[in-house]
């Protein structure tokens, strides 16, 4: 069986798991838990160690971009030494990863919605522009086009 590199997300998504080209399959090997109940505390997405170390590394996205070397100033800035790096078997792919999804769980702190609000549209679209606000405040906009090359 062939590679299925067709361009339409479609096709993509109707590519057996283990054919997915390798970038597709970095969105969507991450761990998850199979349910959420309100009982119980929700399991952070990283581990502390590497919680500190990543966000250290985003306030260094700014002036270096997403990097090794952003990685390595964030690693420096935690205590860490920098063969520490080993521990992001993506590099700085990791600090794009820690970027999307720590803004996307603070969404929920950012956005509230009324009871009687029903209207997703009005949902979705607040939801994005609160999104794309978090990028302006975070300082990453400029370095977005860095992350397509990665």
């Known amino acids: 069986m062939a590679l299925c590199t067709r361009s339409p997300l479609r096709a993509l998504l109707q590519c057996p798991a283990t054919l997915r080209p390798a970038f597709y399959r970095t969105f969507t090997t991450t761990a998850r838990r199979p349910y959420y109940s309100y009982e119980h505390d929700e399991v952070p997405p990283y581990p502390e160690t590497e919680s500190t170390i990543l966000s250290a590394a985003l306030t260094h996205v700014p002036s ?3 990097t090794q070397e952003a990685l390595r100033s964030g690693l420096r800035d935690a205590g860490y030494r920098d063969a520490s790096a080993n521990l992001f078997p993506r590099g700085e792919f990791e600090v794009v990863m820690y970027h999307l999804t720590t803004q996307r769980l603070g969404l929920k702190h950012r956005v509230q919605f009324s009871e009687d609000e029903s209207r997703v ?3 979705v679209k607040a939801l994005v522009l ?21």
């Open 121 to 123: 549209g009005r949902k």
């Open 64 to 66: 270096q971009g997403f």
């Open 130 to 150: 609160e999104r794309l606000r978090a990028n302006v405040d975070a300082g990453v906009v400029p370095r977005w086009q860095e992350v397509c090359v990665l």
